[in-house]
């Protein structure tokens, strides 16, 4: 849909295209006053920061957010048209947008990112003070929140503290595909993929695609023999939203597809919430970060190498560095240079990589893409 | 570490000049500081007194002297460094490394280049060589062809199908080149390039004309990590020198896939390169963002780096630095949030806004039109948390006392008709900005044509479209929505027709005011301990913890002629000072280039405006934090500060050591002839001229010309002039003359610079700098001695006496610079200015004392004897420094040559030595290693010093 809702008339340029007044609600108790845009709708989630100055298309199309209210902390949002090729998804999966200032940007080619919110059914608040949201975040504000209509504070509080946890709740299942599909491999084939959709972005699958590989996608209910059915090069478990912890079904599944890659079965490599569940697998804990990782400026430092890469980060939880990893034959391959966060995980065999960070960017610099042309090495060898 | 060198040679970057400021002198402290704090031994060797890094705290071992190859050669033969670190003192600093390297010096003495290797440099620097590389390594520079024909040419053109520039080889200045956007347009200006090139050659290249210019700063270590500290957005599209070009940062207009598509470029030429170090990689993308060339590279800190280094709190030079000693950024720790790394690339949350300072004020017959060529000797930057109020913040940095954003050229005549041509209305040039302005508020035209002619981004001209829609509902609306949207005090009086004072007397009642922000490099994603801080109306952060008594030093803004990096130098001295003294110390600045923008300088940082408005706005967010009023310090900001005292005083904020009073006596040419009265003191015969018939009557009273006219309140000596002739006399008139004006005999004598510092009780002269060129010329861009060769002692005891009465006389407390001529028996005082002056560097370099620090302790209560300074005229030490001035006025088309009272230079070089025709000699040298072809200003070597003896 393209929606004919701009109002840029030339010379009369508007901040934002439809706007009412609104308030966030947050299950502390207080409540912040802005303008709603986008579609007319409440939103209730977890408040999240990232601090990726762009990319606001790539961010509220990534399965990843689904169930969080994404915060910006860069304050001018909305300045360019968003290219359709260049969401990561075919909807929008975060649940609302808080930011400062939402400019209508020039006319042109492309939907604005009011539009987008419209057509996504997500509402975004505008006029808020992000920075002073973020540290209050950084500081450990609980993070369930609600977007509304209208000034009655006290709704959107009880609102707020009657919403569902973010953890509480099987995003995976919202997002990921429900049916088995093929991605065709850009030039000559070079091998087959399997990748377990657990809310894959887009960018990944072409990642993976541009490399040569035929990419057979199932859903993340998918079982070993579902896998091996697909007598695949390499097995792919991709990224995704929620508490990896809870997917009990999904652990066992990766614990038997690890197991059958030690043993000389295909190679696995995990991104994000695959890293986690190869680690949940191998004995080893997830936790809740105390404050996420969300941008596109952390250094990650590889330590067999030494080399360091400015990568796409987003995660709300982490491996736990604890001695079933190394039980299970792990060692800590990548780490975080701010945090010290576990970021990338290595089995003694060769056969099993993981990296926390996302090599494909989108938003963010893909500096470590290496990794995409390591784990087709290792499938192809 | 084992192989970290001992003794390191750093170069300076000389005299500023056009396109080489005091971007250096931050990057040559930040880098001396890290490699003292990591045990390396310093040599440092600059011809620029006015500069922190010359003072041996800084420096290490410091040699001030000509950056030539000779000179340079001797100080290694000397002090036998074991590595230089070349990439600190701007082309100047990385030339000089290159001639060294090409005559075997650094190979005879065994010097290691730490950082960036030279073959990187002589690749970066060389345009063939930069070109292969860049191609080589798969990313695309600007297409172009060398032909001979005219059929050569149209064949690369057709190719091409797209604008091209024309190049004529080896013609003055590029004649017979230009643009052409069609074949037929290439066609003649190929044949007319290979006409007027002597050997029948041109180059035709492809334009980039409108194309938007991007910046990445890049810092990459030994074990190739490479981080970029920030994307910079220059607002005027190619074709305007990025020096004179409006920069936002972050990069505001462009899709994620496109910045990363350039960053990935900017990454991967700085691998090729292998520098070590810092690197700035300029860019062109097309305005639909599918395509990109790469413009240039500079393998060094730069202008840009310390821009980029304010705008995100990462300081660049000294990471630089500690790369080149061979640490890894990944262990280094975080420099603002000192946290585990220094490998990352700063988040901001706010947008920062730079906008050039051009000379043009002073010189109005320059060409004003803006180019390849750069114009501007600085620039003023502004952070808020957005791009609105950020730039009102910048225009109000720019002058606080000139054009403001509501300002319009009434010759424009846009109250009647809108310009007949666009197009040629808004080239590039120092008042686009405004003009564009002008267009949308008086409704001649709109964002997107204005976006359509000038190639700006539509982004940029929208918002400012936005703000003139916002100036017609600043009346009625509450105040709250004005000054959210950015709108200084003096703009929103100005639009209700009030003065600027009841604006703030009504902020006051209502208590609106700004918060101040952290400057973080996270965006707030960790805890920062950044001393470093922004306006902006929005809700306070938490505060940092002081309980002690502060001290505001209020710096000197954008560079201009006659006030220019020393007053840096002051300011930051001061602040030392201040901190050493167990108080804090807080800096208010607006120029991104300066070490006092540096939040390592000082206890705190304040990146804002230095007009009325904004001082006091820091000042009573001190008062909030501290808990006590805090001590204001006007001395070491050049003429910005000093016009700040009235309004101040007006506001009940004390100044330290001084009063509007004293202030306004000195600047009253009236009360100060009263006052050297009192004294007994001789000041030039002459009298007040209100108009043209009061000026002939003047002249005509003082026996006829050379006369010198003077309007009150001036900087670096803007409107006056020596009228030599009733012809000069109506030359001036035809002028903009600020009256009334002071008509004075232009007194022949030997002109004499002196500073006295005083306690309040006993004054102190710690040295006196003698002018070489006849009085008349402007003491900026004189050459000048220290000591006085040509006085004798008691003739200069004299003359330090009349300071000392001056001084006490006004009751300063702190420094005061005095203007005199001696005239055979008769000491004539010209003028006083109760702040430090120009010659202050050169006096604590000269003689070897921490002139500055005594000031601003004498300034907050101290006395003379406590801050070790014996009353009277200091004896003389044991070396003389020569001055000379340096200037890059040259590449301003249009301005004159003839000196004058009207200052022309941009900087200053010094000779050190025990005798003074030594250090004559060795000013001219330096002088001459940066004197352009045509320089304005006379080669120094011509004057004879030291004729007579003391």
């Not at chain 2, 409006?246 to 030429?269: E, F, N």
Request: a negative charge.
């Amino acid at each position: 849909m393209q929606a004919a809702t701009s109002t840029t008339t030339p010379g009369a340029p508007a901040r934002a295209a439809f706007s009412r007044p609104g308030l966030i609600g947050l299950e502390g108790g207080d409540t912040l006053a802005g303008m709603l845009h986008g579609a007319p709708v409440a939103a209730e989630g977890e408040l999240v920061f990232t601090t990726a100055a762009t990319g606001w298309g790539e961010i509220l199309t990534d399965p990843s957010y689904a169930g969080q209210i994404v915060v910006l902390t860069h304050p001018m949002v909305g300045n360019y048209r968003i290219d359709r090729d260049h969401l990561e998804s075919d909807r929008v999966q975060a649940r609302g947008l808080v930011v400062t200032c939402l400019v209508e940007p020039p006319a042109g080619d492309g939907l604005s990112l009011a539009q987008l919110a419209d057509e996504g059914s997500i509402p975004i608040v505008s006029g808020i003070d992000t920075r002073a949201l973020t540290l209050r975040l950084r500081n450990g504000e609980p993070r369930r929140a609600v977007i509304m209509a209208g000034e009655d504070a006290e709704a959107a509080v009880a609102r707020a503290r009657a919403s569902a946890r973010w953890d509480a709740v099987d995003h995976v299942a919202a997002v990921a595909t429900r049916q088995p599909y093929e991605v065709a491999p850009v030039g000559d084939r070079r091998g087959r993929a399997t990748l377990i959709d657990y809310g894959v972005k887009r960018s990944l699958l072409a990642a993976l695609a541009a490399r040569g590989l035929h990419i057979t996608v199932l859903p993340p209910d998918a079982s070993p023999v579902d896998v091996k059915a697909q007598a695949p090069d390499l097995v792919v478990l991709s990224p995704g939203p929620g508490d990896p912890s809870r997917m009990t079904q999904q652990i066992a599944t990766v614990g038997t597809l690890a197991a059958a890659a030690i043993d000389g079965g295909a190679p696995i490599l995990g991104v994000c919430l695959g890293h986690q569940l190869l680690a949940l697998a191998a004995g080893a804990p997830t936790r809740r970060l105390a404050v996420g990782h969300h941008g596109g400026n952390h250094a990650v430092l590889e330590a067999e190498t030494g080399r360091v890469d400015i990568g796409a980060h987003n995660h709300e939880v982490e491996v736990v560095d604890s001695p079933a990893l190394a039980v299970a034959g792990y060692r800590v391959s990548h780490r975080d240079l701010n945090d010290g966060t576990v970021e990338g995980l290595a089995h003694v065999s060769g056969r099993i990589a993981s990296v926390q960070f996302h090599p494909e960017g989108a938003p963010g610099p893909i500096d470590a893409a290496r990794v995409f042309d390591i784990a087709l090495e290792r499938a192809l060898a | 570490m084992t192989d970290q060198p001992r003794r390191v040679l750093v170069i300076g970057s000389g005299p500023i000049l056009i396109g080489q400021a005091a971007e250096f002198d931050y990057a040559g402290v930040q880098a001396c500081l890290a490699l003292r704090e990591a045990g390396v031994e310093t040599i440092l060797v600059n011809s620029n007194p006015a500069t922190v890094m010359t003072d041996p705290d800084v420096g290490g071992t410091v040699i001030i002297g000509p950056l030539t190859l000779e000179f340079v050669t001797r100080v290694i033969e000397e002090h036998r460094p074991d590595a230089l670190l070349p990439t600190l003192g701007g082309q100047t600093g990385l030339n000089l490394a290159v001639a060294l390297d090409d005559a075997g010096v650094l190979a005879q003495f065994g010097l290691r280049v730490l950082g960036t290797p030279l073959a990187a440099v002589r690749a970066a620097e060389d345009r063939g060589g930069f070109r292969s590389l860049v191609t080589g390594i798969g990313e695309p520079v600007p297409e172009s062809a060398v032909v001979e024909s005219v059929d050569d040419g149209m064949r690369f053109v057709e190719m091409l199908n797209a604008p091209v520039v024309i190049r004529p080889a080896f013609t003055l200045g590029g004649g017979g080149g230009g643009f052409a956007h069609t074949p037929a347009e290439a066609r003649e200006r190929i044949a007319a390039g290979l006409a007027a090139s002597p050997i029948g050659q041109v180059l035709v290249e492809r334009s980039l004309l409108g194309w938007y210019e991007i910046e990445f700063e890049v810092l990459r270590d030994a074990s190739d990590t490479t981080i970029a500290i920030c994307g910079m957005e220059n607002m005027d599209p190619m074709g305007v020198h990025t020096g004179d070009s409006i920069v936002v940062a972050p990069i505001q207009t462009l899709p994620d896939p496109v910045i990363q598509r350039l960053r990935r470029c900017a990454l991967k030429i700085v691998r090729a390169l292998k520098l070590e170090g810092g690197c700035n990689v300029q860019l062109a993308v097309s305005p639909d963002g599918s395509d990109y060339r790469v413009i240039e590279v500079n393998p060094r800190v730069s202008r840009s780096s310390a821009l980029a280094s304010k705008a995100t709190g990462y300081p660049i030079a000294r990471i630089a630095a500690l790369i080149a000693l061979g640490r890894r950024l990944h262990e280094m720790p975080n420099p603002a949030t000192g946290g585990n790394s220094a490998a990352f690339e700063p988040a901001v949350d706010y947008v920062v806004v730079k906008l050039p300072r051009w000379p043009f004020d002073k010189f109005p017959s320059a060409d004003r039109s803006l180019g390849v060529q750069m114009k501007a000797t600085g620039e003023a930057m502004a952070i808020d948390r957005e791009f609105g109020p950020a730039l009102l913040k910048a225009v109000r940095s720019l002058d606080p006392r000139a054009r403001g954003w509501l300002w319009e050229d009434p010759a424009w005549g846009l109250a009647d008709d809108a310009p007949d041509d666009l197009a040629a209305f808004l080239a590039p040039s120092d008042t686009r900005l405004w003009r564009m302005v002008a267009l949308l508020r008086h409704g001649w035209t709109d964002a997107a044509a204005i976006a359509a002619v000038t190639g700006i981004a539509p982004w940029f001209t929208e918002r400012i479209a936005e703000l003139v829609a916002a100036e017609s509902s600043v009346v009625g609306a509450p105040l709250t929505d004005a000054k959210r949207a950015g709108f200084g005090d003096a703009d929103i009086a100005a639009l209700s027709g009030v003065p600027a004072v009841a604006i703030r007397r009504a902020r006051r009642r209502a208590g609106i005011g700004p918060a101040y922000r952290r400057v973080d490099t996270c965006a707030g994603e960790f805890p920062a301990t950044t001393p470093y801080f922004y306006s902006s109306y929005a809700a306070p952060e938490v505060r940092p913890p002081a309980e002690r008594q502060s001290v505001i030093v209020v710096g000197s803004g954008p560079i201009r002629i006659g006030q220019g990096i020393e007053f840096d130098y002051c300011s930051v001295r001061a602040a030392w000072a201040i901190r050493e003294m167990g108080l804090d110390a807080v800096v208010i600045n607006s120029n991104p280039e300066t070490v006092s923008t540096d939040y390592d300088a000082c206890t705190r940082l304040y990146f804002e405006p230095l007009d009325t408005e904004s001082v006091l706005d820091v000042i009573d967010h001190e008062r909030a934090l501290t808990g006590t009023p805090p001590a204001v310090v006007l001395t070491f900001g050049g003429q910005t500060a000093i016009d700040l005292a009235k309004d101040l005083a007006y506001a009940d904020v004390p100044i330290a050591g001084l009063t509007a009073e004293a202030i306004e006596i000195t600047e009253d040419r009236e009360r100060f002839a009263g006052l050297l009265d009192e004294l007994d003191l001789a000041g030039p015969r002459g009298s007040l001229a209100g108009d043209g018939d009061e000026l002939r009557a003047a002249i005509n009273s003082l026996g006829g010309p050379p006369v010198i006219v003077r309007p009150s309140w001036v900087i670096g000596g803007r409107g006056i002039a020596v009228l030599r002739s009733e012809a000069d006399v109506r030359a001036y008139l035809a002028t903009e003359v600020g009256w009334p004006l002071r008509v004075d005999e232009l007194v022949a004598g030997i002109e004499l610079d002196v500073d006295a510092i005083s306690d309040g009780t006993d004054w102190c002269v710690p040295g006196i700098l003698e002018q070489i060129d006849a009085p008349g010329v402007h003491s900026g861009d004189s050459v000048a001695v220290l000591p006085p060769q040509s006085l004798s002692r008691a003739v200069q005891e004299r003359a330090a006496e009349a300071a000392g009465r001056i001084v006490l006389a006004l009751g300063v407390r702190g420094i005061l610079n005095v203007q005199m001529i001696v005239a055979g028996d008769r000491v004539v005082v010209i003028e006083a200015n109760p702040r430090a002056s120009r010659t202050v560097p050169i006096v604590a370099k000269a003689t070897g004392r921490d002139v500055v620090a005594a000031a601003v302790r004498c300034a907050l209560g101290s006395s003379l004897a406590d801050v070790g300074l014996e009353t009277g005229l200091a004896p003389d030490g044991e070396l003389v420094a020569v001055k000379a001035p340096v200037g890059s006025l040259w590449r301003l088309p249009g301005v004159t040559d003839e000196l004058g009272p009207e200052m022309r230079s941009t900087g200053e070089v010094l000779g050190l030595a025990i005798g003074a025709e030594e250090a004559h000699a060795l000013a001219a040298e330096a002088a001459a290693a940066h004197a352009p072809r045509h320089s304005p200003v006379p080669e120094p070597v011509a004057v004879a010093v030291g004729s007579s003896g003391a």
